[in-house]
């Protein structure tokens, strides 16, 4: 019996509950925005499938530790490729069946994907700018879907960007409170962090006022105002998971003026 036998089989599938709202949230927003038809269900599937390939890759990498890769990197092999190769056969198959739209705007998440498996190579995958990454990657393919369904591009575009700002807003909040952390929570303030937040509402706003949707400055603007809070008030790092829950809130908010403002 293999070391990895006698201790328990090491899960192979993402657990942050965080990034699996950034999958969710924006997948649900956008198949409500289209028609239902297996196009965009398929793309939906292929975007899951490469997101649950997330943690087997980094445990192949050795971003899991070492003692991970030597004891779970074989079997992460085989569950990589695996989940690669029906991902792969789910986005042929929703992409054959997709509008033109979705067939170019596939290049951005693809794009973005590369990023993170470079970000993740590079142990930044929890950086800012990782997480950021991340979350655009998600959000990209959910832009997609929406136009596999026949959402019009403008309506898949307004979508991505709120939900970008959105998401990088909460990941500004909380590195905002994670420095205090670091910091035996004496951090206090940070206004860097606050004056980003400020930054990415303001440019939802204006992207309205360029004539964009109203829904992507009212998707936006909850979690901007709890990020804001957060890196204002300021918010003790024993507080990390009922904030969590505070930008799943948000983010449901989003998803309902998304889904409605957007058909």
């Not at 201790?7 to 289209?34: I, K, S």
């Not at 196009?39 to 980094?58: G, K, N, W, Y």
């Not at 309506?155 to 700002?165: D, H, K």
């Not at 905002?176 to 035996?184: C, E, T, Y």
Request: hydrophobic share 60%; aromatic share 4%.
């Amino acid at each position: 019996m293999t070391r990895s036998a006698r201790r328990g089989a090491r899960p192979l599938y993402p657990r942050e509950h965080g990034a699996w709202g950034q999958l969710v949230l924006p997948m649900l927003a956008a198949l409500a925005m289209g028609r239902p038809s297996p196009s965009p269900a398929l793309l939906a599937a292929a975007a899951t499938l490469l997101f649950v390939a997330h943690e087997p890759l980094l445990v192949v990498l050795g971003r899991r530790g070492e003692r991970a890769r030597a004891e779970d990197g074989r079997r992460a092999a085989r569950r990589l490729g695996a989940v690669i190769a029906l991902a792969a056969a789910a986005g042929v198959a929703g992409l054959a069946l997709a509008p033109p739209p979705a067939r170019l705007a596939v290049v951005l998440p693809a794009l973005l994907a590369g990023a993170v498996a470079v970000l993740a190579r590079l142990g930044l995958e929890k950086t800012v700018a990782g997480e950021v990454a991340v979350a655009a990657a998600l959000s990209a393919a959910a832009a997609t879907v929406a136009l596999a369904g026949g959402a019009a591009p403008r309506e898949a575009a307004t979508a991505l960007i709120a939900w970008v700002t959105s998401f990088a807003g909460a990941t500004l909040a909380v590195h905002a409170v994670l420095g205090r952390s670091r910091s035996g929570g004496k951090g206090g303030v940070r206004p860097l962090h606050a004056a980003g937040v400020a930054a990415l509402w303001s440019l939802a706003a204006a992207l309205w006022r360029a004539g964009l949707p109203a829904a992507l400055p009212l998707a936006a603007a909850p979690t901007a105002l709890v990020a804001l809070v957060t890196c204002l008030a300021p918010v003790s790092p024993r507080r990390l998971r009922p904030l969590g829950w505070a930008f799943v809130a948000t983010s449901v908010a989003a998803l309902l003026v998304l889904a409605v403002g957007l058909r």
